[in-house]
């Protein structure tokens, strides 16, 4: 199949300034993360989140995401930037946001503003991981449309030829990440929010979400094309797995306790 030529800027506001898909996405999963979050404390009545709790959160987990993101694809991907081009760092718009990055930013962010507000850290972050699947699906299609992230070399039926992609036939991988890490996660996600009242065990939801992701993201990168690999005794895994394997083992010490 054939790339759709869809244009990464939907339209120009003013000379360089314009809006873009992947801009979109973001700003279509933090307001759709906090209204959900909303929707969540009134459901589930909790008090010490109730009022304008919410949308202060929402203010720093877009400061953790933002720099924890840009920070950690540096320092992951591209260490290069610290060195050569550090202004680089300020372009968010051009690209080149780590996930795992965002994550260790929005922990940050969230123990911070939780110490403040003096409230309970862990169920914050179940209610700001019950709603992480609507920005990572969102951002996953807008991975998509702007022709990156793409996957390996493949035969498949469903190959997708990407114009980056040396016009090579290439697993769609974004669109399984946005499957699997969005649809799949948040579908898990609110069985065990709504269902069996995880709400009620602080952490829990927190450590299914970082058991799904990192499993979800481990699996997706024998399919995407890898950003860099690692040896570990002759084994080759990409640096997207090797950040996926804390990540697990962190959820699964969440679920025990």
């Known amino acids: 199949m054939t790339f759709p030529q869809i244009d990464p800027v939907i339209f120009t506001i003013y000379g360089p300034i314009a809006l873009r898909w992947y801009n979109l996405a973001y700003i279509l999963g933090l307001g759709g993360g906090w209204y959900y979050c909303k929707h969540i404390v009134k459901r589930c009545h909790?008090?010490?989140f109730e009022g304008s709790v919410m949308d202060d959160a929402v203010i720093w987990a877009v400061i953790g995401i933002i720099v924890g993101g840009r920070l950690g694809y540096a320092v992951f991907y591209d260490l290069r930037l610290f060195f050569v081009d550090p202004l680089q760092l300020l372009r968010v718009w051009e690209g080149g946001m780590s996930f795992h990055g965002a994550l260790l930013g929005t922990i940050i962010s969230m123990r911070t503003f939780a110490w403040r507000k003096k409230l309970p850290f862990l169920t914050l972050m179940d209610l700001i991981v019950a709603?992480?699947?609507i920005g990572i699906f969102l951002g996953r299609i807008a991975n998509f449309i702007n022709d990156e992230l793409y996957g390996r070399v493949t035969t498949v039926p469903w190959a997708v030829i990407f114009p980056s992609g040396g016009f090579l036939m290439r697993h769609?991988?974004?669109l399984y990440e946005a499957f699997l890490e969005g649809i799949v996660l948040f579908s898990t996600l609110s069985y065990f929010l709504?269902?069996?009242n995880a709400l009620k065990k602080p952490g829990l939801l927190s450590g299914i979400f970082l058991i799904g992701y990192g499993?979800?993201?481990f699996s997706m990168e024998f399919f995407r094309e890898p950003d860099g690999l690692l040896s570990f005794q002759g084994l080759e895994i990409s640096m997207g797995q090797a950040l996926s394997i804390p990540m697990v083992i962190k959820g699964l010490f969440?679920?025990?306790?």
């Open 46 to 48: 909790l008090k010490k």
């Open 131 to 133: 709603a992480a699947p």
């Open 172 to 174: 769609p991988s974004q």
């Open 194 to 196: 709504y269902k069996k």
């Open 215 to 217: 499993l979800a993201r």
């Open 254 to 257: 969440l679920v025990l306790i």
